[in-house]
């Protein structure tokens, strides 16, 4: 598994801001093509390799909880074997009503 993040100028539908991405790759066998559409679904799951099914509740949660945050979780098209899986959250955003963050620099 290989872990990696940056700073976007756009967000996961092309939105301007600041975004943060973290994408997930592995080599590992993928995700059939008949999963992909249920894969964010609570409780969706099924064997992968010589492993039995999960319960099918980590993919929906991260989903939630990105989207919870003004993100998203989103499973990338890619070539080959394995996945790559992309999370995004916005950089810029704040609670209401709370003091501006302080640059950068200084935290």
Do not use: I
């Not at 590992?28 to 390799?49: H, I, K």
């Not at 990105?66 to 992309?86: Q, S, V």
């Amino acid at each position: 598994v290989r872990l990696s993040r940056r700073l976007a100028a756009r967000g996961p539908d092309g939105e301007a801001g600041r975004w943060v991405e973290v994408r997930v790759d592995d080599d590992g066998p993928g995700v059939p093509a008949d999963a992909r559409p249920t894969l964010f679904e609570g409780f969706a799951s099924r064997p992968v390799a010589s492993r039995a099914a999960g319960v099918g509740v980590g993919l929906a949660f991260t989903r939630e909880v990105m989207r919870a945050h003004g993100g998203d979780a989103r499973l990338e098209e890619r070539e080959g074997p394995g996945a790559t899986f992309t999370l995004w959250l916005p950089a810029d955003t704040r609670v209401p009503g709370a003091p501006p963050a302080p640059p950068p620099g200084d935290r």
